[in-house]
């Protein structure tokens, strides 16, 4: 046998269902120790692949940009300079890297340059 809801408790169960759907998909926030891990993954791979010859030590620029000073010519955004890693910039020196490093490097040589940027930020104050 069912038992109707009233409008009320229905909306309130439908309600619950989204908040639940929406908290269970919501990220969980990074440890500190997670955010260190992952900046040193990030450090190492671009130490490995991007910094001596290319964008310099700790990304302050050499033959190819800063990245960490803050102005991005080819995209601002962390996804931008992620896709620009792993696809390129056609028409420039900066190649693919999409066949060298794993989504996971990349997302950690972009959280590395971001915790680089501010750095610089914070030094400049």
């Known amino acids: 046998m069912t038992y109707p809801l009233d409008p009320k408790t229905s909306a309130f169960l439908a309600m619950l269902l989204v908040l639940c759907v929406v908290g269970l998909s919501a990220p969980v926030p990074a440890t500190a120790a997670e955010d260190e891990a992952t900046i040193e993954l990030g450090k190492s791979r671009f130490g490995e692949k991007c910094g001596g010859f290319c964008h310099g030590a700790g ?67």
């Open 59 to 125: 990304g302050k620029g050499a033959r190819a940009p800063c990245l960490i000073c803050g102005s991005f010519k080819h995209g601002e955004t962390d996804e931008a300079i992620a896709r620009n890693i792993s696809d390129g910039i056609p028409g420039t020196a900066m190649g693919a890297f999409n066949d060298k490093l794993s989504a996971e490097e990349v997302k950690a040589v972009v959280v590395f340059l971001r915790d680089q940027q501010k750095k610089k930020a914070e030094a400049a104050q």
